[in-house]
């Protein structure tokens, strides 16, 4: 008796659980269809693939009973993909979901925007005396998903007196949580959403289940979008992470990708640490650190998992499980995400290493030299469909894959050029840099953390990635990362103007200002730093309040 949680084994379930933990209710799993029986209360955290939900559950026998259990009036919660399921079919899948709602999810259309949704976004009640639910208006949520249920309440009045909040994207509205007697959905991740998000699990799981069982309709009204979504730019705090000499896990940060300390010649001390891997803090306090601080997401980079990776020997793991517990915004994990073998010999694909991340708390897995080599085979056979890209965003959505790219600029003399990459240069400007002015450079991928430079200009590698099925690609720089400089406006221009999935800007911040001047000038959705909050040189609330000055929308704390 008492709070079940249904997981079907595909996605980053443990967030749910650790929220739950940290919120003091205790839950057990379903692990066998008999266990709906005994379920009084039951939450659905589903994330991934609308298609691999629908096959995981039937597979395991779990759907007949879901329905069952839904229908026999006893309290729901559904999460993403568990509010989805609730519909009758999506454009997802060709799979048919519970048909409790009469209505289809739809795909987002990218005309003007990227997709997925994948973000900080508002959730505004359609009857404003209504907050029963805890969803407060002025709250925000995070969202991550490429389909929706479209409001239209003149077409589809039966359906959308489902509706309890919608939410704007672009220029589209939708249902962003459901309630009718004893069903609760949203669209968006309350594990995810920090503060306001556990408040609001908090809250139903506070109240009585009886309460919870005859829940209103509201009546649909008429509603179009408004000039402007509430979507906000995110701030990411990364962690790169490898063993210093000692053998320990640290969090590092190098200068263009070198991580050793120097020796100054004004310094004599500085020659006794040269060398060194330098060491900037331990990557599970520092992600608490930043999340309390009001980061919008996080990314923990292992930087040299190229060098050998075994999944049995990956001690990433632990330092993602362990900042979990903790950490109620969402997680990417980067390095070594490919095809391993473990030192018996045992092959594991890159899915099941990415698997094993999720599991772990992780929401995206960020993949760096392996997308170089899959964008390269896809070039010359045009082959796609089995690599960690494809098969991991096939079972876990393409929202859980982020591509990492590490271009470095290759200079040419502008005048005699006659390369093949004459369409991507960037031209220095007047006022710019000294080593830029009167130069042009086109952007070459390297892999192995910059180490060795690939055929491959960084506009083929976007463009192949996010055909291969990435949900998002994480922007670096070699030339500015750990500058100060700036992020390089140039560079993420050319990248954001020719894919349609979110970017996020990377290498290079050395102020508040700076992230004004990339979100002012470029589309990317969201900007990353490192060495600026591992050194406390900027605040993230600073960076915030820079972007609320100029009407930049960001996620408010306080709210
Ligand atoms: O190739 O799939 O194993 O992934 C390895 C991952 O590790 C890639 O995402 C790659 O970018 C990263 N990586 C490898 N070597 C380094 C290094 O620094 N020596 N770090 C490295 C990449 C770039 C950002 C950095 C920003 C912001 N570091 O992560 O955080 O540049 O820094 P800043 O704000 O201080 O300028 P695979």
Redesign the pocket.
Known sequence: MGLYLLDYGAGNVRSLANSLTKLGHSFTWISDPSDFAKATSLVFPGVGAFETAIQHLTDRGLLEPLRDYIKSGRPYFGICIGMQVLFESSDESPSKGLGIIPYHISRFDDTNKSVPHMGWNTADLLNIQDDAEGIKESSYYYFVHSFCAKYDHEKYPEAMSWAYTTTQYGNELFVSSVRRNNVFGTQFHPEKSGTAGLQLLDEWLRKPESSHTHMPSITPKSLYPRPEHRFTKRIIA?M?VRANDEGDLVVT??DQ?D?REKASPTNALTAKIAGAVRNLGKPVALAAKYYAEGADELCL?N?T??RHSPLQDQPMLAVVRAAAENVFIPLTI?????DTVDPDGTKRPALEVAGEYFRAGADKV?????AVYAVERLRATAEKGKGAIETIAHAYGRQAVVV?I?PRRVYIDPQSYDGPYKNELIYGKPDGPDNERGKAWWYQCT????RENRPLSVLELAKGAEELGAGEILL?SID???TGLGFDLGLIKLVKGSVKIPVVA????GSADHFVDVFKTTDAEAA?????FHREQVRISEIKDALKKVHINGRELSL
């Open positions: 990364c790169d940060k190098g990708y991580v980079l930087i998992s190229f980067g390095g070594g995400i490919k960020s993949i760096g030299s392996e990492s590490d892999v192995s953390g910059g670096n500015r990362d750990g990377s290498s290079g911040a990353l730093a490192a060495g600026i």
